[in-house]
């Protein structure tokens, strides 16, 4: 597609459950990044994903938090037992590899209630 | 990461330029300048990059000071539509840092 496509674009889950967001990247784009925006906030870096190598956690909270990716296609951001301070727009960007811009999807608003 | 230090906010007029400044002060040889911007209720927006040479696109123009310690991204006449927060970021070059660290940025309100 022209651009980095999020689903669903709004979520609201009961504390407690598991939630699973998906990210489709430009096609071509090998990396990929998921990011959190809490209300009024800056940008938290989750994950990254780059080809076939081993994708950076460094920014995941806690072990609730998940990411996989197939390939240089489909990501999925997966968060069990929610709770209500994982409330936030969840952001994906991909970029070619190399020194380029990210391209942001217009994410996934979660509110856990 | 190298830090970027910019102003909390900026005011400008519609169809006036703005000079949006940065401070890079230890910013190393191989690092790139960058610049996105935040839209409400949107995610960001790339709009330009630069390493050394100012650079210039449909968007903005980037300015870098010889010493490359400062940036200044220009608007060359700002619309309504860019009303947002601009944020200055260093990537280091070769691919090593794909970590774009987005710090406070600057609100930039636009009047009518």
């Known amino acids: 597609g022209a651009g980095v496509s999020q689903s669903p674009s709004n979520k609201v889950t009961e504390k407690g459950k598991d939630v699973e967001l998906r990210c489709d990247p430009i096609?071509?784009?090998?990396?990929l990044y998921w990011y959190r925006q809490r209300l009024g906030q800056g940008l938290e870096f989750l994950i990254y994903?780059?080809?076939?190598?081993?994708?950076?956690k460094s920014g995941l909270p806690s072990d609730r938090f998940s990411a996989e990716r197939t390939g240089e296609s489909v990501s999925t951001l997966t968060i069990q037992r929610t709770q209500q301070e994982d409330s936030a727009v969840y952001l994906c960007?991909?970029?070619?590899?190399?020194?380029?811009?990210?391209?942001f999807g217009s994410g996934t608003r979660l509110t856990v209630v | 990461d190298a830090k970027t230090t910019q102003p909390n906010s900026m005011e400008s007029n519609e169809e006036e330029p703005v000079h949006l400044p940065c401070n890079h002060s230890?910013?190393?040889?191989?690092?790139?300048i960058h610049w996105y911007r935040q839209l409400p209720s949107q995610g960001p927006e790339y709009v330009i990059h630069?390493?050394?040479s100012n650079v210039n696109n449909r968007m903005a123009s980037l300015a870098i000071a010889e010493d490359r310690k400062s940036s200044t991204l220009i608007l060359h006449r700002a619309t309504l539509r860019d009303a947002a927060v601009y944020y200055c970021?260093?990537?280091?070059?070769?691919?090593?840092?794909?970590?774009?660290?987005f710090g406070k940025g600057t609100l930039l309100t636009v009047n009518p």
């Open positions: 960007a991909s970029s070619r590899w190399g020194v380029y811009g990210y391209t």
């Open positions: 096609s071509g784009h090998t990396a």
């Open positions: 994903f780059q080809g076939n190598s081993a994708p950076d």
């Open positions: 230890t910013i190393s040889g191989t690092d790139y």
């Open positions: 630069g390493l050394t």
């Open positions: 970021i260093l990537r280091a070059g070769g691919g090593s840092n794909y970590k774009l660290t």
